[in-house]
């Protein structure tokens, strides 16, 4: 029998089940077995792992992923998917099917009660409309994670790997460095998906840090100075600073200390690095009176 991640095996089940694409799950199937091998091998999985996938859809990636790994957990939120994935996997004892959407999901929990001791790793083709807000939950949560492989919109992947001074480096980019470090495993053409989306695609990896990268007083002041400095692009950090209002201070004292804590008060905030800005940060700490 074709594998499922093909174009052949992916018609057989979908005229099989007569299945219909909910657009708004974000449903794009892979169908190139060549660029499963790509997420299957940049991710690393072993027997050792488990492996949690979100939106397995009608397994393409999940038949390589029960093959790979010690376990696989997917959580899919259409109904209409779990019976089909049941079915296909019914003989794998290391699958296990959790129908719901993604964000409502204990993650902790589930982790805790399935890979006790052992930090997982997610793998996932994601449903576009959601991308961001999954994987922020995914970095934010404090979750016993060691890697993220997803495939993403290819401007999402360029603009979260990133470097300080480019056109895609933005908030979420110094965010996410923030957890981890990313890194572009491949770019991935639209005809590489039924059905075809209207843009092309990129694998991504986050490795998660195991320490924080930063050691900075406080990561809220940390965050508000990010979000401040990337809202305006164009305007100075000591004018996005004060337009942003929420660190108290006169424009001229903040003049003064941006400019003494050596980032200078005419620089840009997307020429700055994580580590400037957790420095930024802890110096208007020590300094500010
Ligand atoms: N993994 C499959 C593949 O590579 O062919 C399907 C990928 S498709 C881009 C995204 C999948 O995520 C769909 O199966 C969709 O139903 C599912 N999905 C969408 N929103 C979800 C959510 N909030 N929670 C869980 N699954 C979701």
């Known amino acids: 029998m074709d594998k ?8 057989a089940i979908l005229n099989k089940y007569s299945f219909i694409f909910q657009k708004k799950f974000g449903q794009n199937f892979l169908i190139d077995p060549h660029v499963l091998s790509k997420i299957i091998h940049s991710s690393a999985i072993t027997k050792d792992d488990c492996v949690l996938e979100i939106g397995p859809g009608i397994g393409s990636v999940t038949e390589a992923l029960i093959e790979h790994a010690g376990k696989v957990i997917s959580v899919e939120i259409d109904k209409h998917l779990i019976p089909i994935l049941e079915e296909q996997f019914k003989e794998a004892p290391n699958f296990k099917l959790v129908h719901n959407d993604i964000l409502k999901v204990d993650l902790k929990k589930l982790i805790e009660e399935e890979s006790p001791g052992k930090r997982i790793k997610v793998v996932a083709n994601l449903p576009y409309y959601i991308t961001t807000p999954i994987i922020m939950a995914l970095l934010e949560n404090e979750l016993s994670i060691e890697s ?22 933005g908030a979420i980019t110094v965010a996410v460095n923030y957890y981890a470090q990313p890194y572009l495993v491949a770019n991935v053409p639209r005809n590489c998906f039924m059905p075809r989306p209207n843009v092309d695609s990129a694998v991504l990896k986050l490795t998660l840090n195991k320490e924080p990268v930063v050691d900075v007083g406080s990561t809220k002041q940390l965050f508000q100075i990010i979000r401040a400095a990337f809202s305006q692009r164009r305007k100075t950090l000591l004018n996005t600073l004060m337009a942003n209002g929420e660190l108290n201070l006169s424009k001229e004292a903040l003049k003064q200390l941006l400019d003494e804590s050596g980032i200078g008060a005419s620089t840009r905030g997307e020429t700055l690095s994580l580590q400037d800005f957790a420095r930024l940060s802890d110096y208007l700490d020590k300094h500010r009176v």
């Not at 499922?4 to 018609?11: F, L, P």
């Not at 290819?154 to 480019?166: H, I, M, Q, T």
């Open 4 to 11: 499922i991640a093909t174009a052949q095996g992916t018609k």
């Open 148 to 169: 993220i492989t997803v495939m993403v919109q290819k401007e999402v992947a360029d603009r979260l790997a990133a470097g300080p001074g480019s056109k895609q480096y």
